[in-house]
């Protein structure tokens, strides 16, 4: 665990503010994938699709409440869930140990790129508005090409199939005290981590844990 964007500092966090209320922007927007499990779950970037589809193919995950948008719209969805990822990762990497961020770069998969659909403005990667201003950036490291917003979100003793070794977590806004829950728990190793605001999480794919 990691304190990656300390709330006492003022740009960490308003940095958070900026990730938390653009993920729950798309939260309004973008369906529900573990509809079985309290909370909310979404999913972002790049998907296989369907397990029985033969062949399985990498296309953009949309999951949008509802069918009929605007190109604009789309785009600017698009745009918003590459932002999250890539400050999110570019803001990881300066902690993690170089054996994990060896996992996420790996070659041979595509990167969370919003510029891949030929949206304007030309050369900007990703974005953030911090304290009522936008900032661009072209020399961030985008995120990997799949990521999951949670709200409120709780699921039972599991562990993940992933093509990488490791899971990010970072938690963008906490309100509820200590004893109400919702914290990350480590089944395999009998180890709870008391979540807060601007924690990152990591751990390995197969580790059994929880949500609770």
Known sequence: M??????HHPLASSLLHYLNTTALALGTMVRDVRR????????????PGSRSAVPRLLTWCRGLSRKTHTTAFLRQCIHDATSLTALLWSASR???????????????LPRMDWNSFGCPPAGAHVSAVVDGQVHEF????????????????????????NDNAYV????????????????????????KVVNSTGALIVHRVGDAHATM
């Open 36 to 47: 079985d499990d309290l909370g909310k779950m979404l999913q972002l970037g790049y998907t």
């Open 168 to 191: 990010l977590s970072l938690t963008t806004h906490r309100a509820v005290p200590e004893d109400r829950g919702r914290h990350f728990c480590f089944a395999r190793y009998g180890v």
């Open 94 to 108: 300066a902690v993690l140990p170089q054996a994990i961020i060896d996992d996420f770069d790996a070659p041979g």
């Open 2 to 7: 990691y304190d990656l964007l300390p709330t």
């Open 138 to 161: 072209t020399d961030l490291h985008l995120g990997p090409l799949a990521a999951f917003a949670g709200q409120d979100y709780t699921r039972f003793t599991h562990n993940e199939s």
